[in-house]
C-alpha cells in the first residue's frame, strides 16, 4: 500500500486527468441511460451495490490472470475482466457498469498495485467503458438478444478503433515519459515480435487493433453464452 501511494504522489498531474476522464465518462453513462436507455428497476438500493460489488470484485481477480498474445509485446497482455463488467451492464445498465469497471480497476490496484505507473490500470479502464457503454446503451435501448449481439459487436469495434488512437495518441507517450523511456524502446520491443511494427502508429494497427479486436470477440462469445444462464439463477432472487 505504501508503494502504491509513493507512485500516485510521483504521478498525480496524470491520476488528476485520469479523475476528470472518469467523471466524464460516469455522467456520459448516467445521461445515457436516463434518456436512452429502458432500464428496468430490477433491483435497487443495497442489492444494486451489492451486485455491482460482486462483478467488480470477480473482474479485479480476473485481472491478476493475464495472457500473452504472441503478436503483441511483452507490455500487452489480455484478460477478460470485462466479462463480469459486461454483464453487470447488461442486468443493471451503463451506470452500473462503469461504476464496476472503476471498482475493479481500484480493487485490482489493491491487491497487486500497478506496474504501469498507472497508465495500464487507466487504459483498462477507458478502453474497457468504450465496449460495456455501447454495448449496455444498445442492450437497453431495445432490450433483445438481437440488440445485445448488436451491442457487443459494436462496442468490440469502437473498443479497437479507440484503443489503437488511444494508445498511439496519449497512452504510450505518457508511458514512455513517466518511465523514462525513449519511444524507439518501445517500438523495439513491437519490432522484436512483428518486423512490421517500425513505428508508434504501425504497433497500434499490428499488435493494439488485434489485441483489442480479440478482447472484445472473446468477451461478447462469453457473455453471450452465459448472460441468461448467470441471469435466471442468480438474478431471479433479487426480483
Same mark, same amino acid.
Given at each position: 500500500?505504501?508503494?502504491?501511494?509513493?507512485?500516485?504522489?510521483?504521478?498525480?498531474?496524470?491520476?488528476?486527468?485520469?479523475?476528470?476522464?472518469?467523471?466524464?465518462?460516469?455522467?456520459?453513462?448516467?445521461?445515457?441511460?436516463?434518456?436512452?436507455?429502458?432500464?428496468?428497476?430490477?433491483?435497487?438500493?443495497?442489492?444494486?451495490?451489492?451486485?455491482?460489488?460482486?462483478?467488480?470484485?470477480?473482474?479485479?481477480?480476473?485481472?491478476?490472470?493475464?495472457?500473452?498474445?504472441?503478436?503483441?509485446?511483452?507490455?500487452?497482455?489480455?484478460?477478460?475482466?470485462?466479462?463480469?463488467?459486461?454483464?453487470?451492464?447488461?442486468?443493471?445498465?451503463?451506470?452500473?457498469?462503469?461504476?464496476?469497471?472503476?471498482?475493479?480497476?481500484?480493487?485490482?490496484?489493491?491487491?497487486?498495485?500497478?506496474?504501469?505507473?498507472?497508465?495500464?490500470?487507466?487504459?483498462?479502464?477507458?478502453?474497457?467503458?468504450?465496449?460495456?457503454?455501447?454495448?449496455?446503451?444498445?442492450?437497453?435501448?431495445? =432490450?433483445?438478444? !438481437?440488440?445485445? %449481439? *448488436?451491442?457487443?459487436?459494436?462496442?468490440? $469495434?469502437?473498443?479497437?478503433?479507440?484503443?489503437? @488512437? #488511444?494508445?498511439?495518441?496519449?497512452?504510450?507517450?505518457?508511458?514512455?515519459?513517466?518511465?523514462?523511456?525513449?519511444?524507439?524502446?518501445?517500438?523495439?520491443?513491437?519490432?522484436?515480435?512483428?518486423?512490421?511494427?517500425?513505428?508508434?502508429?504501425?504497433?497500434?494497427?499490428?499488435?493494439?487493433?488485434?489485441? =483489442?479486436?480479440? !478482447?472484445?470477440? %472473446? *468477451?461478447?462469445?462469453?457473455?453471450?453464452? $452465459?448472460?441468461?444462464?448467470?441471469?435466471?439463477? @442468480? #438474478?431471479?432472487?433479487?426480483?
Amino acid at each position: 500500500m505504501s508503494k502504491l501511494l509513493e507512485t500516485a504522489k510521483e504521478n498525480l498531474t496524470f491520476l488528476l486527468v485520469a479523475a476528470i476522464v472518469v467523471v466524464a465518462i460516469a455522467l456520459v453513462a448516467w445521461l445515457a441511460q436516463h434518456f436512452l436507455c429502458k432500464v428496468s428497476a430490477r433491483t435497487k438500493g443495497a442489492r444494486r451495490i451489492v451486485f455491482t460489488a460482486i462483478f467488480a470484485a470477480v473482474g479485479a481477480v480476473l485481472m491478476l490472470f493475464e495472457i500473452p498474445l504472441f503478436f503483441a509485446p511483452s507490455f500487452y497482455k489480455m484478460d477478460l475482466s470485462e466479462l463480469p463488467v459486461l454483464m453487470c451492464s447488461f442486468y443493471l445498465g451503463p451506470t452500473a457498469g462503469v461504476i464496476c469497471e472503476l471498482l475493479k480497476v481500484v480493487l485490482k490496484l489493491l491487491l497487486k498495485g500497478t506496474t504501469t505507473a498507472f497508465v495500464g490500470d487507466f487504459a483498462n479502464f477507458v478502453v474497457g467503458c468504450t465496449l460495456v457503454l455501447p454495448a449496455s446503451i444498445i442492450y437497453h435501448f431495445h =432490450n433483445s438478444k !438481437k440488440s445485445a %449481439v *448488436v451491442g457487443m459487436l459494436v462496442g468490440t $469495434l469502437i473498443m479497437a478503433a479507440f484503443g489503437s @488512437l #488511444f494508445n498511439a495518441v496519449y497512452l504510450l507517450p505518457k508511458f514512455a515519459e513517466l518511465y523514462g523511456l525513449p519511444m524507439e524502446v518501445l517500438i523495439g520491443m513491437g519490432t522484436a515480435v512483428n518486423p512490421a511494427i517500425t513505428s508508434v502508429s504501425t504497433l497500434a494497427l499490428y499488435a493494439v487493433v488485434p489485441f =483489442n479486436l480479440l !478482447k472484445g470477440i %472473446v *468477451v461478447s462469445v462469453f457473455t453471450f453464452l $452465459l448472460y441468461k444462464r448467470l441471469e435466471s439463477v @442468480l #438474478f431471479r432472487k433479487a426480483k
